[in-house]
């Protein structure tokens, strides 16, 4: 392996039993898996706790769905829990994009009201929140945050956008495409000053930051329990405070629609249900198995580590040095550049992630911002050095060359 300026790799985590960790998840083998933070992946225990649910539903549906209700309740207070919020406060909705349109829609109309959001949004919520300008018949204005804008900068960024005209602040906590911090509770501070909403996008937040709302102001706040939380897919949690929470409704208007929030979305027709049942069951896995701090301080160590591995060989050959100073990092997660010619918009970011499966063998994620091309790293438990020192050793002269062949195109 080509020497690097890595720190020492840190000890692989383990089951009680000595496995290693990655046997308690189902994912292939034979491939590398570098990109958790996309769509997660569920421990085997959450598995087996959807499917036993799901065949309780096959058995009776007659006296599965009319219970559900209570269910959800129960799970939510369990959800609610982990986050560290009162179960009150906290809905069930599919995902964190879901939970954006919630807020869109229960937003009172503002005639000519603009929308700001930053160049490091999530894009299928910025989408929402054009269209709701649309709706209000204002525009979408765009805070461009530099990467390594510190609390500071960035808060001052996203408020110089803001003047009387604007209705909405759409904040991520946590961007998805530059894997860092955003000053959410500055510009809630400010926000409510002024008297403006602020949803706050914390789809990588749950598991990832211990109390993702402590000290937050804020009128809504989304977050995915499916990424850091490892729960099934579909489950994610719509926390709102202040008077906006009893204007907020489901996105399907079923039997619990005269309810207050946030008993209103605990049905939802016939929806299957069995992944939120069945979301305390990885987040207790975690927790039970090695606590979730500690798994945090392993995910945190070990993403550097990566970064320094993946960095350092696309350095010695011929690349761009070092990781990316993101101004304000975030645990288990970090950027490394591409080199010059890859990943120059989202479109190939998301041809090279697939290629790279197809070719390299690797689940990973690469994004883009301003132009250029990063892979963003988002270690979890399973993770181990081995997986990046493979993409260092296997994949790196593989994607330079790649490199050279998009610029002798350009």
Same mark, same amino acid.
């Given at each position: 392996?080509?020497?690097?300026?890595?720190?020492?790799?840190?000890?692989?985590?383990?089951?009680?039993?000595?496995?290693?960790?990655?046997?308690?998840?189902?994912?292939?083998?034979?491939?590398?898996?570098?990109?958790?933070?996309?769509?997660?992946?569920?421990?085997?225990?959450?598995?087996?706790?959807?499917?036993?649910?799901?065949?309780?539903?096959?058995?009776?549906?007659?006296?599965?769905?009319?219970?559900?209700?209570?269910?959800?309740?129960?799970?939510?207070?369990?959800?609610?829990?982990?986050?560290?919020?009162?179960?009150?406060?906290?809905?069930?909705?599919?995902?964190?994009?879901?939970?954006?349109?919630?807020?869109?829609?229960?937003?009172?109309?503002?005639?000519?009201?603009?929308?700001?959001?930053?160049?490091?949004?999530?894009?299928?919520?910025?989408?929402?929140?054009?269209?709701?300008?649309?709706?209000?018949?204002?525009?979408?204005?765009?805070?461009?945050?530099? =990467? #390594? %804008?510190?609390?500071?900068? *960035?808060?001052? /960024?996203? @408020?110089?956008? !803001?003047?009387?005209?604007?209705?909405?602040?759409?904040?991520?906590?946590?961007?998805?495409?530059?894997?860092?911090?955003?000053?959410?509770?500055?510009?809630?501070?400010?926000?409510?000053?002024?008297?403006?909403?602020?949803?706050?996008?914390?789809?990588?937040?749950?598991?990832?930051?211990?109390?993702?709302?402590?000290?937050?102001?804020?009128?809504?706040?989304?977050?995915?329990?499916?990424?850091?939380?490892?729960?099934?897919?579909?489950?994610?949690?719509?926390?709102?405070?202040?008077?906006?929470?009893?204007?907020?409704?489901?996105?399907?208007?079923?039997?619990?629609?005269?309810?207050?929030?946030?008993?209103?979305?605990?049905?939802?027709?016939? =929806? #299957? %249900?069995?992944?939120?049942? *069945?979301?305390? /069951?990885? @987040?207790?896995? !975690?927790?039970?198995?090695?606590?979730?701090?500690?798994?945090?301080?392993?995910?945190?160590?070990?993403?550097?580590?990566?970064?320094?591995?993946?960095?350092?060989?696309?350095?010695?050959?011929?690349?761009?040095?070092?990781?990316?100073?993101?101004?304000?990092?975030?645990?288990?997660?970090?950027?490394?550049?591409?080199?010059?010619?890859?990943?120059?918009?989202?479109?190939?970011?998301?041809?090279?992630?697939?290629?790279?499966?197809?070719?390299?063998?690797?689940?990973?994620?690469?994004?883009?911002?301003?132009?250029?091309?990063?892979?963003?790293?988002?270690?979890?438990?399973?993770?181990?050095?081995?997986?990046?020192?493979?993409?260092?050793?296997?994949?790196?002269?593989?994607?330079?060359?790649?490199?050279?062949?998009?610029?002798?195109?350009?």
């Amino acid at each position: 392996m080509t020497e690097t300026r890595a720190p020492a790799p840190p000890r692989p985590l383990l089951l009680a039993d000595g496995r290693d960790a990655a046997s308690a998840w189902t994912l292939d083998p034979g491939m590398r898996h570098l990109n958790h933070g996309s769509f997660g992946a569920v421990p085997r225990v959450a598995q087996e706790r959807q499917s036993a649910l799901r065949d309780e539903m096959e058995r009776a549906p007659v006296v599965w769905f009319p219970r559900l209700p209570g269910r959800i309740a129960a799970t939510r207070t369990a959800l609610a829990d982990h986050l560290r919020v009162p179960a009150r406060d906290l809905a069930v909705v599919p995902n964190a994009s879901a939970g954006a349109s919630v807020v869109y829609a229960a937003l009172t109309a503002r005639p000519g009201g603009d929308v700001v959001v930053t160049d490091h949004g999530y894009g299928a919520v910025t989408m929402g929140a054009a269209r709701l300008a649309r709706r209000w018949g204002g525009r979408v204005r765009t805070a461009r945050v530099p =990467l #390594d %804008a510190d609390a500071r900068q *960035a808060c001052t /960024a996203v @408020l110089s956008e !803001v003047d009387e005209r604007v209705a909405l602040i759409v904040l991520d906590q946590i961007t998805s495409a530059t894997a860092r911090l955003l000053p959410a509770g500055r510009v809630g501070e400010e926000a409510a000053r002024r008297g403006i909403p602020l949803l706050v996008d914390g789809a990588h937040a749950p598991g990832l930051l211990a109390a993702p709302l402590e000290g937050l102001v804020c009128d809504a706040w989304v977050g995915n329990l499916h990424k850091w939380g490892c729960a099934p897919r579909g489950t994610a949690a719509l926390v709102a405070r202040g008077p906006l929470r009893e204007e907020l409704h489901p996105l399907i208007d079923s039997w619990n629609a005269a309810e207050p929030f946030p008993d209103r979305f605990d049905q939802q027709g016939t =929806l #299957d %249900a069995t992944g939120c049942l *069945a979301a305390p /069951a990885a @987040l207790d896995f !975690v927790e039970g198995t090695w606590g979730w701090d500690a798994a945090r301080g392993y995910m945190d160590e070990l993403a550097e580590y990566g970064a320094r591995v993946v960095a350092d060989a696309f350095e010695a050959s011929g690349g761009p040095a070092g990781p990316v100073d993101v101004g304000m990092p975030v645990p288990g997660m970090r950027l490394v550049r591409l080199p010059e010619g890859l990943g120059t918009s989202r479109i190939e970011a998301d041809a090279l992630r697939d290629r790279a499966t197809a070719e390299l063998g690797v689940e990973a994620a690469f994004t883009s911002f301003g132009g250029t091309g990063y892979l963003r790293l988002s270690a979890h438990v399973y993770n181990t050095p081995g997986d990046y020192e493979y993409f260092a050793d296997a994949c790196v002269p593989v994607v330079e060359k790649w490199a050279q062949e998009a610029r002798s195109r350009r």
